[in-house]
């Protein structure tokens, strides 16, 4: 038997961020399956003014998770000869393609390349978000045109795969939903060990990951002011929108002996410790798709506070491991601050957290992906 060549095409270290890690994490699971994979990978991604953070680690001698062997860095945003030479070469060299969509701003980059691989060879395209959260008008017409073109796409919510369908206007387009499948060890649990610190009241709530609008945070200050006047907040990750606007939403609202911001990337081996200082992860999303922030801090120990959107809305189980509340909802962000402090509804919450099992994930992941490939579900092909 003669393995299955898949190339995925993504973004993989020294690129930081969930989708970077978890592009790695599913060109290691392909291999350990027995496909024989290349990860084909960007050495200049997109232009540093489109990308408001910091697009690759601090440190590129330390990745944040194992990096795969048989990693390449040929494509350049600069480069469309890089674009053609990429698809002509995986044109023999590919049975199949996994094209990780990070953004709109890549898809000219990919129709090149997908012109040059040329349509014998199917493309599965891996949604993360169907559209970007502040979409454009430019957007939908680019996204439209790269999904019209693959052979299936996966997506990782019903939701997305509604958005997909829509603005493809084709119904019968072979899309696929499979759960975000963690780029994390999620049966590890990092500074949650039993004993008395766990039992710990830290009166600190975590607000973790990029701050953008649709993320609530200026909501989460709201509530945290209308909440119990004795919890305090770190905000930690990198800001999408001036820090100054927080930082006087914060003076005025009298809180600012209580909230930390911690603006910048956080590395991958400084979150267990900033896990390990909250209580809960708070999520006031006000819209969303595929999250594994739930994920994260359940391998952490913590239980989480999030609201009804995207995978949030299944993610905690509503006063098991955590709060379930209505998105947007002010009042009901501050009540669910108040009860998580409540005598003994925090430890309640804690022993109903569970890290989750990473591996049946990740195997309904890479089955729906060879689903989608049209080829055999096996990666072997005789």
């Known amino acids: ?53 910091q697009q690759r680690v601090a440190d590129t001698s330390k990745p944040e998770m194992p990096v795969f062997d048989r990693t390449s860095y040929p494509l350049s945003w600069r480069r469309p000869d890089s674009w053609v030479r990429t698809g002509r070469r995986l044109r023999t060299e590919a049975d199949w393609v996994v094209l990780v969509l990070v953004s709109p701003i890549q898809v000219p980059a990919y129709l090149v390349l997908l012109r040059a691989l040329g349509t014998s060879v199917p493309v599965v395209v891996l949604c993360h978000n169907v559209l970007p959260h502040e979409a454009s008008r430019v957007d939908r017409p680019l996204v439209r045109t790269i999904l019209r073109r693959a052979t299936g796409v996966l997506v990782h919510t019903a939701g997305e795969a509604d958005r997909a369908r829509e603005l493809m206007e084709i119904r019968t387009k072979n899309i696929k939903v499979a759960p975000l499948a963690p780029f994390f060890d999620g049966s590890r649990v990092d500074g949650s060990e039993e004993g008395d610190d766990c039992a710990q009241v830290r009166h600190r709530l975590l607000f973790f990951g990029l701050v953008r609008p649709y993320k609530g945070l200026d909501l989460l200050l709201e509530a945290l002011a209308k909440g119990p006047p004795d919890v305090s907040l770190t905000v930690a990750g990198e800001f999408w929108t001036p820090v100054a606007e927080f930082q006087a939403q914060i003076v005025t609202l009298g809180l600012g002996d209580r909230v930390e911001l911690r603006p910048g990337y956080v590395a991958a081996h400084d979150i267990a410790d900033l896990f390990a200082a909250a209580d809960a992860l708070v999520l006031p999303y006000r819209s969303g798709t595929a999250s594994q922030q739930v994920e994260l801090a359940f391998a952490h120990g913590l239980p989480v506070i999030a609201t009804q959107v995207g995978s949030l809305a299944t993610a905690v189980d509503h006063e098991v491991d955590g709060l379930s509340i209505p998105a947007g909802d002010l009042e009901a962000l501050a009540e669910a601050l108040r009860q998580l402090y409540e005598p003994g509804v925090l430890a309640r919450l804690r022993a109903g957290v569970h890290p989750i099992s990473a591996d049946p994930i990740w195997d309904r992941y890479l089955t729906t992906l060879a689903e989608l490939s049209g080829t055999a579900a096996g990666p072997a092909a005789g």
């Open 1 to 53: 038997m003669v393995a299955t060549r898949v190339a995925v095409i993504g973004p993989t270290h020294p690129y930081k961020g969930g989708i970077a890690q978890h592009t790695t994490q599913l060109a290691h699971r392909m291999a350990a399956g027995g496909y024989d994979v290349e990860l084909v990978s960007w050495s200049e991604q997109y232009p540093a003014r489109l990308y408001p953070g």
